[in-house]
């Protein structure tokens, strides 16, 4: 089914999703004109139910018509906020219905980045299922660099040369750990996807840090080298822990010995293998945020997290 990754590249040249899943579930039954219902309803020819996790809108299954693909893109469009998915699913379903029917049961696809959806096709009739992408606590590597001693944990995979992650470090992270970490209700964790196809020097960088992070310094070495690759004063790494009071001959020695660098190429390793495509990739316990960039949607997702914990 070489066909069934299409999907996926479509609506990554999309831009980030609005998404419903995470939000409130009035906003998804508006958005297909109906109203808000606790349980299962009509739509189109079909049935449409949705599952709530902490208030939020978790889940959304769907049953209709093998031939009503309208319907089925509709459901889909509305589940993660992308209006043009339908268009985009349409084209899919006609090239690989096919095959999926032949596999007699589900079938899960990626969504984008953040949302996976599990399709069965039938002779006369189609279940789907829209629901958030989930990683098991089991697959990400023992945290290193965290905030916070409580509550869900943040995980940021992020690379120093990125400017989306220079971004995010400068213009977003500051909000969400002075009103998430610092008030005790999450905890938040760095970890290294140095990009090195792009950025060449993004693994020294990162090397850089977990030399600094030996002195007890990982954080303020964070927010200086992120703060002057966006300012666009280049990375010195030796200035910087000189003026973050750092011992230098114990930086220097780290530095060229090169000691950090398994770490870096094993958290790099475990970004690929949990299939994350660039950086900054964020996720709120085992959830991945469609946009990092949204300040509102982190306490959310957080509330969702919490609840897959209890």
């Known amino acids: 089914m070489e066909n069934v990754r299409t999907i996926v590249v479509l609506l990554v040249?999309?831009?980030?999703?609005?998404?419903?899943?995470?939000?409130?579930?009035?906003?998804f039954f508006s958005m297909l004109g109906l109203e808000v219902a606790t349980g299962p309803v009509a739509f189109a020819e079909g049935r449409l139910e949705v599952e709530t996790l902490a208030g939020y809108l978790y889940r959304v299954r769907y049953t209709g018509p093998r031939d009503d693909v309208e319907a089925q893109g509709r459901?889909?469009?509305?589940?993660v906020g992308i209006p043009e998915i339908a268009g985009a699913y349409a084209k899919w379903f006609e090239a690989n219905a096919k095959a999926v029917a032949a596999?007699?049961?589900?079938?899960?696809?990626?969504?984008?980045?953040?949302?996976?959806?599990?399709?069965?096709v039938k002779a006369a009739e189609?279940?789907?299922?829209?629901?958030?992408?989930?990683?098991?606590?089991?697959?990400?590597?023992t945290p290193r660099h965290v905030l916070g001693e409580k509550g869900p944990l943040i995980r940021e995979y992020a690379d120093f040369y990125c400017p989306y992650c220079q971004r995010?470090?400068?213009?977003?992270?500051?909000?969400v750990i002075r009103q998430l970490v610092n008030t005790g209700q999450a905890r938040f964790e760095y970890r290294h996807f140095p990009l090195v196809g792009i950025h060449p020097d993004a693994a020294e960088a990162a090397r850089a840090s977990e030399c600094a992070a030996e002195q007890g310094k990982f954080w303020p070495f964070h927010d200086r080298l992120f703060a002057d690759l966006a300012a666009q004063k280049g990375a010195n790494y030796f200035r910087i822990a000189k003026d973050l009071g750092l011992d230098a001959g114990r930086f220097a020695d780290c530095m060229a010995?090169?000691?950090?660098?398994?770490?870096?190429?094993?958290?790099?390793?475990?970004a690929e293998r949990l299939g994350l495509r660039g950086t900054p990739t964020v996720f709120v316990g085992p959830f991945q945020l469609p946009n990092p960039f949204d300040r509102k949607a982190y306490p959310r997702w957080l509330a969702m997290a919490a609840a897959k914990m209890q």
């Open 126 to 141: 189609v279940s789907l299922e829209v629901m958030p992408l989930e990683i098991p606590e089991t697959a990400f590597g």
């Open 103 to 120: 596999e007699g049961r589900p079938v899960r696809v990626k969504l984008g980045e953040a949302f996976v959806l599990a399709l069965e």
């Open 257 to 270: 010995s090169e000691k950090y660098l398994e770490v870096v190429t094993a958290m790099r390793a475990e």
């Open 75 to 79: 459901v889909i469009a509305a589940a």
């Open 13 to 27: 040249f999309m831009g980030l999703a609005l998404a419903e899943i995470g939000n409130q579930p009035d906003r």
């Open 168 to 175: 995010l470090a400068l213009e977003v992270l500051p909000t």
